[in-house]
């Protein structure tokens, strides 16, 4: 069965930091990936995803995210984190055919100054 | 563009009572739309999934006499919950797919926030 792990529940990261948040995932065939992100009482904001060809994707925000087959990971990057991105982040996989995503419990990012 | 909007943001009602939840494209066509849940500080649990004119396909342990979904047109789907009881207290998202998508790319809403009295 499909499953999305994200190890980290919380993360803290000082302003201006490096962020990554990890992702992993079990997927019986060719897998779509997507990171979103939600700010408390909101829907979700695609960030970034993945179908297929260059394995580093480039997301909004400064975003960027490597799918690395080998590992069954899609970890999510930013170079220097903002306040603003202080919000939950979540993984999610489906695939060819379906249409249902699976979603991992997400991220808890904080951003201290 | 792909945008998803619901109504209301935001309902309270008395225990007993059905609510009434409306998802919809703004401008595009959605094949298909789903509905999820999401309690505080958990992940998002597919509940449906609901083609136009056609009956949802509800996930295991959903109970489809309560949650009871509606695609009436390629731009509408509704979720009522009927006989609402405070456990149904929630945050309600739904999705939709862009028709003829090749990868199925979800587009979600803002999200409804049930509070059952």
């Known amino acids: 069965a499909q499953s999305v792990t994200q190890p980290d529940i919380h993360i803290t990261v000082s302003e201006g930091a490096s962020l990554e948040l990890r992702c992993n995932y079990s997927?019986?065939?060719?897998?779509?990936l997507f990171w979103y992100v939600q700010s408390p009482g909101q829907g979700l904001q695609l960030l970034l995803k993945y179908f297929s060809g260059d394995t580093l994707v480039q997301g909004i925000k400064g975003f960027e995210a490597e799918f690395k087959r080998s590992q069954s990971s899609f970890n999510l990057r930013k170079p220097s984190v903002h306040w603003s991105d202080a919000a939950e982040y979540f993984c999610a996989v489906g695939g060819i055919g379906g249409n249902k995503l699976v979603f991992g419990a997400g991220t808890i990012l904080r951003v201290k100054s | 563009g792909a945008v998803v909007s619901q109504h209301p943001s935001w309902v309270i009602c008395k225990s007993g009572t059905s609510v009434k939840i409306e998802c919809r494209s703004l401008d595009f066509q959605a094949t298909t739309m789903f509905w999820y849940r999401q309690f505080p500080k958990q992940s998002l649990m597919l509940m449906a999934t609901s083609n136009e004119g056609s009956k949802a396909t509800y996930e295991q342990g959903v109970e489809k006499d309560k949650f009871l979904i509606n695609h009436a047109s390629l731009t509408l789907s509704t979720l009522t919950v009927t006989s609402a009881h405070p456990e149904d207290s929630s945050f309600y998202i739904c999705s939709a797919t862009l028709a003829g998508s090749l990868y199925n790319e979800q587009f979600f809403g803002p999200g409804t926030r049930l509070t059952v009295l």
């Open positions: 997927y019986g065939a060719t897998p779509y």
